[in-house]
Nanobody, 116 residues
Framework: QVQLVESGGGLAQPGGSLRLSCVAS????????ISWYRQPPGKMRALVER????????NYADSVKGRFTISRDNAKSTVYLQMNSLKPEDTAMYHC?????????WGQGTQVTVSS
């Protein structure tokens, strides 16, 4: 079955870095765009970044421009989210999602907490 499994979250200090990974299985992930969404405590989910099958990427959230970078390794069926210069407001559950506008499968998420 289709699965998306995130990892790499944890506790980071402000200004620190984390790299999230999303491993896809059960489908040919190289044929699908993948998006990263996040949901801060008590708030709605919001798009962070997304990447097309050929690696073209779009920064959607202005708050992460210049700090977060999405990439993919289709040979490993993995999409990454490199997060640098982390801020407390980046604290959220991060989900990878199959799709661009039509989102059909979500991973369970990985928690990122930024705090000193």
């Amino acid at each position: 079955q289709v699965q998306l499994v995130e990892s790499g979250g944890g506790l980071a200090q402000p200004g620190g870095s984390l790299r999230l990974s999303c491993v896809a299985s059960g489908f040919a992930s190289s044929n699908f765009p993948i998006s990263w969404y996040r949901q801060p405590p008590g708030k709605m989910r919001a798009l962070v970044e997304r990447i097309t099958t050929d690696g073209t990427k779009t920064n959607y959230a202005d708050s992460v421009k210049g700090r977060f970078t999405i990439s993919r390794d289709n040979a490993k069926s993995t999409v990454y989210l490199q997060m640098n210069s982390l801020k407390p407001e980046d604290t959220a559950m991060y989900h990878c999602v199959r799709g661009w506008k039509t989102l059909d499968y979500w991973g369970q998420g990985t928690q990122v907490t930024v705090s000193s």
